[in-house]
């Protein structure tokens, strides 16, 4: 394989296929102080590259005329945060890490060391990073992994998630979409006014809420990160989706159980539940920053992007942005910082943030808005989405048994 090793930039045959841990001891490069770059994406030091493939090596060290020390200990930095003006060694890169979590749980009283907290993990860099962060902070948190049926991306982000749990000995909890709810996400390709990335959001937000309710967790806590939130912040300002805006929050509270009498019939034996409180602790660190946390701590991930990636709009809203944060960085902290410190607590915090009272779901029990129509039984959102799904799956497949 070759590999391209920067700064200054030689390039080297290895022989593959080879793990990239053993072509850096090969090199003699110490794996804390690069990321190592393949098609374009970062991959840890577990990852097999293959003969024909080159990888690049790059120095996590930008600008300067020299490598960068950290600014705690003066040691050989690894990792530079341009909008914080700062470069870290490895160990003092996780303690800004922690840190910045730290000021996130505090800053919006997110959780306290008495809570049962239940983290939504995909096998990705940020939800892994921040089960690790939260359990190394001495935190009381197990996991929540939902199989969505996406083939072998799903397989493999399921090993990994079991992984990570299986090493550091934690509770994982795992639902899987077909098993449980009868659809999967790539079935929903071919229905009118719905993405795939839609459905997944939704079936997420809904199956953590439920778990997290029925096992009696105090929070629920999601990776989304700095880049994520800005991006979706963007997303929004763009077509004024206010209602959107009035529950974009680093926090969004728990709600009570819509109250007796405000249902329709009651349905599948979980009626009565509210919703769970939602924490952000990542919103503060940067994609880049997770990253790198995870390429420094040994975590394996999965670097992979999900197939049906081609339908997520807010994609184009972080290009977008990380073209202005190359010009200026910081811009994002900014522009999200300053959104929920001036904008949505004095203008969106007082309001009610679904702006309409919430009651049982006919179908599931779980909260959903009361219907415009009097006499309409209430089913929510993913009630109604999941009755489509599979009605189409069940279409789809008697008409393939009518061809044979
Ligand atoms: S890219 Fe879309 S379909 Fe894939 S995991 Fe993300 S939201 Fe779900
Ligand atoms: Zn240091
Ligand atoms: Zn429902």
Redesign the pocket.
């Known amino acids: 394989m070759k590999v391209l090793l920067r700064n200054p930039d030689r390039t080297e045959d290895v022989a593959g296929p080879a793990r990239v841990g053993d072509v850096l001891d090969r090199l003699a490069v110490n794996p804390e102080t690069v990321l190592v770059i393949y098609g374009g994406t970062l991959i840890t030091k577990d990852v097999v590259v293959p003969d024909d493939g080159e990888i690049e090596v790059r120095p996590v060290i930008s600008g300067g005329a020299g490598p960068a020390s950290c600014h705690a200990c003066g040691a050989t930095a690894v990792m530079e945060v341009k909008r914080h003006h700062a470069a870290y060694c490895a160990d003092h890169f996780v303690d800004h890490v922690r840190s910045q979590v730290r000021e996130a749980i505090d800053r919006h009283g997110m959780i306290s060391y008495h809570d049962r907290i239940l983290v939504a993990v995909s096998g990705g860099k940020d939800s892994l990073a921040l089960w690790d962060v939260l359990l190394d902070m001495g935190y009381r948190a197990d996991g929540l992994y939902l199989g ?1 049926g ?1 083939g072998s991306y799903s397989d493999r982000s399921g090993q990994v998630v079991a992984g990570f749990a299986a090493a550091r000995g934690v509770t994982l909890r795992t639902v899987d979409l077909v098993d449980e709810y009868g659809y999967d ?1 790539p079935a929903v390709t071919g229905l009118r006014n719905r993405s ?2 839609g459905v ?2 939704l079936s997420k937000r809904y199956v953590f809420n439920r778990v997290a309710k029925e096992h009696g967790y105090d929070v629920m806590a999601t990776g989304h990160n700095l880049d994520d939130e800005a991006a979706q912040l963007l997303g929004n300002v763009l077509r004024w989706q206010t209602p959107f805006m009035a529950r974009q929050s680093p926090v969004l509270p728990a709600t009570e159980a819509p109250g007796e009498g405000d249902s329709g019939p009651r349905g599948a034996g979980i009626e009565g539940i509210g919703m769970a409180r939602k924490v952000k602790p990542l919103y503060r660190l940067g994609e880049r920053e997770m990253a790198a946390y995870c390429v420094i701590k040994g975590l394996d991930y999965i670097v992979e992007e ?1 197939p ?2 081609g ?2 709009t807010v994609l184009r809203y972080k290009d977008a942005l990380n073209e202005l944060e190359r010009h200026s960085p910081g811009t994002k902290a900014q522009f999200l910082f300053g959104f929920l410190d001036r904008v949505q607590s004095a203008h969106f915090a007082s309001a009610d943030p679904a702006g309409e009272t919430l009651v049982a779901c006919s179908g599931c029990g779980l909260p959903t808005t009361r219907p415009r129509r009097a006499g309409v039984d209430p089913v929510c959102a993913f009630c109604r989405t999941r009755e489509r799904v599979v009605q189409s799956v069940a279409r789809r497949t008697s008409a393939v048994a009518g061809r044979t």
């Open positions: 969505l996406i996400i795939s990335c997944c959001g999900c049906m990636v339908g997520n």
